[in-house]
Nanobody, 124 residues
Framework: QVQLVESGGGLVQAGGSLRLSCAAS????????MGWFRQAPGKEREFVAG????????SYAESVKGRFTISRDNAKNTVYLQMNSLKAGDTAVYYC?????????????????WGQGTQVTVSS
C-alpha cells in the first residue's frame, strides 16, 4: 500500500494562501488517483479535491472551487493543494488520500490509504 505524508499546514489570515504537499511512496502508487479531504472539529470528513494519475483530470468540492488548485508531480510522487483566498471556514485538518481507483471520487471509503493530516488554521 502507498504511504502518505502531508506538510505545509499552518496559521494564515483570511484572504491568504497556503500550499499543502503530500509525498507518497509504495510499489502501487502509480495505480492510484489522489485526493484531499478535510475535517473540522465536530464535523465529518469531507472531500476537497481530487486528481487522476493520467491524464491529470481534477475535481473539486463546490465550496473550494475557484480558490483551491490540486496538482501532482509524478516524478516526485507528490501531490499539492494550492489554497488561495482562504476563509475562516477552511480551518480543518487536511488529509491526503490514495484512492482505490484511477480517477478521484468523493467518498472517504473509496480511498485506501491516508496521511497523518496537517492542520490549517485561518484567522478572521
Amino acid at each position: 500500500q502507498v504511504q502518505l505524508v502531508e506538510s505545509g499546514g499552518g496559521l494564515v489570515q483570511a484572504g491568504g494562501s497556503l500550499r499543502l504537499s503530500c509525498a507518497a511512496s509504495g510499489r502501487t502508487f502509480t495505480n492510484y488517483a489522489m485526493g484531499w479531504f478535510r475535517q473540522a472539529p465536530g464535523k465529518e470528513r469531507e472531500f476537497v479535491a481530487g486528481i487522476s494519475l493520467y491524464p491529470s483530470d481534477t475535481s473539486y468540492a463546490e465550496s473550494v472551487k475557484g480558490r483551491f488548485t490540486i496538482s501532482r508531480d509524478n516524478a516526485k510522487n507528490t501531490v499539492y493543494l494550492q489554497m488561495n483566498s482562504l476563509k475562516a471556514g477552511d480551518t480543518a485538518v487536511y488529509y491526503c488520500a490514495a484512492s482505490r481507483y484511477r480517477v478521484p471520487t468523493t467518498e472517504p471509503a473509496q480511498y485506501a490509504n491516508w496521511g497523518q493530516g496537517t492542520q490549517v488554521t485561518v484567522s478572521s
